[in-house]
């Protein structure tokens, strides 16, 4: 979604992975295995990721050329899941109760302080991936010894999300945050805009801390009126594709803009806008069809394969007002998933 906004301003994007066939690797000029990451890394003039785990050696190699943005610091955080916990805790961002278990032994043993906990493997979780919530007293077969972090559970009123983006020389903008439903660990739709809960200033504060450089998804709990960080996305975020229709200017653009040094401006509200994930689904003809004649809906096919529960595409719905999209949203939900009404 990157290429296809950046295609707007004649931007040439090469792509590094190890799937010729990905969805962004088909619709960029040139796509290198990661094997030749310092041919692509010389023939680039920014790198960026969109994806936190991607081959070390690009990342180094890009940092050295002075091309990557974000910096290493904030992708790193990311790669284990105790070191970005301890690290929003120590800035003084608040993040739900946790500890650090380095085995599967104490990770049970710390679980047992909450009545409730959701157990997550420090690395390599994503979309629910590797988490395991708790109740005080049950004993979930957890896969083997490595560093754990062990939350409370928080009974949230609802997750909510802000897209903030951060320029070279520290000028901060934000997307509309938006109300987000998940369903076991994944992103289902969610909507903006939404009110702030103090969001905008949690997240100027990490992205001034990190000197981080581009858009950001940070992911919040939201309880009584305040927030809470869930986790930071040190890249576009799914959470934030209302803005491709809702918004005078998509995260996808405002990451590019940030990132080659281009004129920013404040995102303002086009229409009140959201989006539903497909997920694990083919995207056939007929369920294409169906969609895109509900009027206010775009349909997004990543053309991936629809293994269970993967992101396969996403629908953009607008409307012009909270409650009108609420609707039309669980419409067509129903229409992408008909047996879970
Ligand atoms: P992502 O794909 O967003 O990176 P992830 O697998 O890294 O997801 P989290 O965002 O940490 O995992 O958790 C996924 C979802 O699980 C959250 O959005 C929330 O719904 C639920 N969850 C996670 N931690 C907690 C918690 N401490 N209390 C209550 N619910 C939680
Ligand atoms: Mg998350």
């Given at each position: 979604m990157m290429i296809l906004e950046g295609r707007k301003l004649n931007i040439e994007?090469?792509?590094?992975?190890?799937?010729?066939?990905?969805?962004?690797?088909?619709?960029?000029?040139?796509?290198?295995?990661?094997?030749?990451?310092?041919?692509?890394?010389d023939n680039c003039d920014i790198i960026t990721p969109e994806f936190e785990h991607v081959d070390r050696r690009i990342l180094e190699y890009a940092e050295k050329q002075g091309k990557l943005y974000?910096?290493?610091?904030s992708l790193d955080l990311k790669l284990e899941r105790h070191r970005e916990k301890i690290y929003l805790s120590d800035i003084g961002i608040p993040v739900a109760d946790f500890y650090v278990a380095e085995d599967a032994?104490?990770?049970?043993?710390?679980?047992e302080k909450f009545e409730e906990s959701i157990i997550k493997t420090s690395k390599g979780g994503y979309d629910g991936?590797?988490?395991?919530?708790?109740?005080?007293g049950d004993n979930p077969e957890l896969p083997g010894d490595q560093f754990y972090v062990v939350e409370k559970f928080i009974p949230f009123d609802f997750e909510a999300s802000i897209i903030v983006a951060r320029t070279k020389d520290g000028r901060i903008f934000f997307n509309q945050p938006s109300y987000n439903y998940n369903q076991d660990?994944?992103?289902?739709?969610?909507?903006?805009?939404?009110?702030?809960?103090?969001?905008?200033?949690?997240?100027?504060?990490?992205?001034?801390?990190l000197d981080y450089v581009g858009v950001m998804g940070i992911e919040f709990f939201i309880k009584d009126g305040k927030s809470i960080v869930n986790e930071f996305a040190p890249r576009v975020h799914n959470s934030g594709h209302h803005t491709l229709s809702g918004s005078t200017i998509s995260q996808f653009e405002q990451h590019i803009r940030c990132v080659l040094?281009?004129?920013?401006?404040?995102?303002?509200?086009?229409?009140?806008?959201?989006?539903?994930?497909?997920?694990?689904?083919?995207?056939?003809?007929?369920?294409?069809?169906?969609?895109?004649?509900?009027?206010?809906?775009?349909?997004y096919n990543y053309g991936k394969k629809p293994l269970p529960r993967r992101k396969v595409g996403h629908v953009n719905v607008t409307?012009?007002?909270?409650?009108?999209?609420?609707?039309?949203?669980?419409?067509?939900?129903?229409?992408i998933y008909p047996e879970e009404v």
């Amino acid at each position: 979604m990157m290429i296809l906004e950046g295609r707007k301003l004649n931007i040439e994007f090469n792509v590094i992975g190890s799937d010729p066939q990905a969805p962004a690797s088909r619709i960029a000029d040139k796509f290198y295995h990661n094997k030749d990451y310092k041919e692509f890394v010389d023939n680039c003039d920014i790198i960026t990721p969109e994806f936190e785990h991607v081959d070390r050696r690009i990342l180094e190699y890009a940092e050295k050329q002075g091309k990557l943005y974000p910096n290493t610091k904030s992708l790193d955080l990311k790669l284990e899941r105790h070191r970005e916990k301890i690290y929003l805790s120590d800035i003084g961002i608040p993040v739900a109760d946790f500890y650090v278990a380095e085995d599967a032994a104490s990770a049970l043993t710390f679980s047992e302080k909450f009545e409730e906990s959701i157990i997550k493997t420090s690395k390599g979780g994503y979309d629910g991936k590797g988490q395991f919530h708790k109740k005080k007293g049950d004993n979930p077969e957890l896969p083997g010894d490595q560093f754990y972090v062990v939350e409370k559970f928080i009974p949230f009123d609802f997750e909510a999300s802000i897209i903030v983006a951060r320029t070279k020389d520290g000028r901060i903008f934000f997307n509309q945050p938006s109300y987000n439903y998940n369903q076991d660990g994944i992103l289902l739709y969610n909507y903006a805009p939404c009110d702030d809960y103090g969001m905008r200033e949690k997240a100027s504060v990490l992205v001034e801390k990190l000197d981080y450089v581009g858009v950001m998804g940070i992911e919040f709990f939201i309880k009584d009126g305040k927030s809470i960080v869930n986790e930071f996305a040190p890249r576009v975020h799914n959470s934030g594709h209302h803005t491709l229709s809702g918004s005078t200017i998509s995260q996808f653009e405002q990451h590019i803009r940030c990132v080659l040094d281009l004129p920013m401006h404040v995102p303002g509200l086009l229409a009140h806008s959201g989006i539903i994930n497909i997920l694990g689904r083919e995207i056939n003809d007929s369920l294409a069809v169906r969609i895109l004649s509900i009027p206010g809906t775009l349909l997004y096919n990543y053309g991936k394969k629809p293994l269970p529960r993967r992101k396969v595409g996403h629908v953009n719905v607008t409307a012009s007002s909270n409650e009108e999209l609420l609707r039309r949203l669980l419409e067509v939900k129903r229409i992408i998933y008909p047996e879970e009404v």
